[in-house]
């Protein structure tokens, strides 16, 4: 395989609008996506000042590993809100119950390399909000806690 450029792979924007209205504007490079990896996937993404990565959520079945590239975020995870900048890492195991997410507190963009597994199957548990993301054979389904359907 070639190298792939950032500016040729798959760019993902992320808007505030449905059940992320909260969440802010990003954007990712889909690094994998253009490599044609299927076991793993690797994203750069950028959050906006006032962004989140997502909302706090641990995984069943996917490893998730974190390495800031520029700027400044804030992970927080479970109860502790920890700054992390150019050369840290943080790692989040399959399986262990402790939500997680990246914020951009700062007034300039943040940016990250973003490694995990891509499991055929896997639940999202999403700690903060009553919702559940099931993945059955690379199928995506919302719902609830109690799994009723969830409008995106």
Same mark, same amino acid.
């Given at each position: 395989?070639?190298?792939?450029?950032?500016?040729?792979?798959?760019?993902?924007?992320?808007?505030?609008?449905?059940?992320?209205?909260?969440?802010?504007?990003?954007?990712?490079?889909?690094?994998?996506?253009?490599?044609?990896?299927?076991?793993?996937?690797?994203?750069?993404?950028?959050?906006?000042?006032?962004?989140?990565?997502?909302?706090?959520?641990?995984?069943?079945?996917?490893?998730?590993?974190?390495?800031?590239?520029?700027?400044?975020?804030?992970?927080?995870?479970?109860? +502790? /809100? $920890?700054?992390?900048?150019?050369?840290?890492?943080? =790692?989040?195991? @399959? !399986?262990? *119950? &402790?939500?997680?997410?990246?914020?951009?507190?700062?007034?300039?963009?943040?940016?990250?390399?973003?490694?995990?597994?891509?499991?055929?199957?896997?639940?999202?548990?999403?700690?903060?909000?009553?919702? +559940? /993301? $099931?993945?059955?054979?690379?199928?995506?389904?919302? =719902?609830?806690? @109690? !799994?009723? *359907? &969830?409008?995106?």
């Amino acid at each position: 395989m070639p190298v792939i450029r950032q500016q040729d792979a798959p760019l993902e924007e992320g808007k505030a609008e449905g059940i992320n209205a909260e969440l802010g504007a990003y954007a990712a490079r889909l690094l994998s996506d253009a490599g044609g990896l299927t076991q793993f996937g690797a994203f750069v993404e950028t959050l906006a000042p006032g962004s989140f990565s997502s909302h706090k959520h641990w995984h069943e079945r996917e490893d998730e590993f974190v390495y800031v590239l520029s700027g400044t975020v804030t992970l927080n995870e479970g109860d +502790r /809100l $920890t700054e992390m900048r150019p050369g840290d890492a943080a =790692t989040f195991k @399959a !399986g262990v *119950p &402790v939500g997680h997410r990246l914020e951009n507190h700062s007034d300039a963009d943040a940016t990250y390399l973003v490694v995990g597994t891509r499991s055929p199957d896997d639940v999202v548990h999403y700690t903060d909000r009553d919702l +559940r /993301l $099931t993945k059955v054979n690379f199928e995506k389904t919302l =719902t609830d806690r @109690a !799994g009723n *359907p &969830v409008r995106r």
